[in-house]
């Protein structure tokens, strides 16, 4: 049986990316967000106004996309509640948002130089995709959607089907966010703090969420 709801979140599975992009001052940001999906050699990422990687994409017109694997869980929740912004939007602020420079360091991840773009990779994430900005469009009141084309990609060998220039869906295992809530492998594999922090509900968690 169906049931008819005003449902308030519509966010049933996507993959973890975290974009490093640069400041102003040249530094790095990194920032996960899960609101991206590909076609051909394009992406489209959902972000706030409001966010950080929103100015500096405007601003830079490059990113790199780490794709994460479940992993690094535990390192994207450290990062779920930072932000490069100085001061600290209220909204965020509101749900424990803090102020933080080295996103990097926060996270214990490693910055890796780019090859054709200013933003570093993420030593750590198997899947890296430098990237350029092809546009920005308004997406409701609040976001845009950034269009950005991948004009390079780098790939560990453990994960490259021997012979070919596809990765091998087997062996590359995301990190996948449902509803706030972290999953690798179909399996719900970490307490998310943005869950805690927008007041997600949820039921049947396993031990290990």
């Known amino acids: 049986m169906h049931v008819s709801l ?16 640069r400041n102003e001052d040249g530094s790095a940001n990194l920032a996960p967000m899960s609101s991206a999906w590909w076609l051909g050699q394009s992406c489209m990422l959902g972000l706030g106004n409001r966010a950080k990687t929103s100015e500096n994409l405007l601003r830079e017109g490059e990113c790199v996309l780490n794709l994460v694997p479940s992993g690094l869980v535990g390192a994207v929740d450290l990062l779920a509640p930072l932000t490069g912004s100085n001061p600290v939007p209220e909204r965020k602020a509101a749900k424990g948002y803090r102020y933080e420079p080295d996103k990097f360091g926060a996270a214990g991840l490693t ?4 090859e054709v773009v200013g933003a570093p990779r993420v030593r750590e994430c198997p899947v890296q995709l430098e990237c350029r900005v092809e546009g920005a469009h308004a997406f409701g009141e609040n976001a ?3 269009e950005v084309r991948v004009e390079r990609a780098h790939v560990e060998e453990r994960l490259v089907i021997p012979g070919t220039d596809y990765v091998d869906p087997i062996g590359w295992d995301p990190l996948i966010m449902k509803f706030c809530e972290f999953f690798g492998g179909g399996t719900n594999i ?20």
């Not at 005003?6 to 992009?21: A, E, N, R």
């Not at 910055?111 to 780019?114: D, G, H, L, T």
């Open 144 to 146: 845009r959607a950034f």
């Open 6 to 21: 005003d449902l308030k979140v519509l966010y049933f599975g996507t993959p973890v990316v975290l974009i490093s992009s």
């Open 111 to 114: 910055p890796q130089a780019s």
């Open 190 to 209: 970490h307490a998310s703090a943005l869950a805690s922090a927008w007041r997600m509900p949820h039921q049947g968690m396993t031990a290990a969420g």
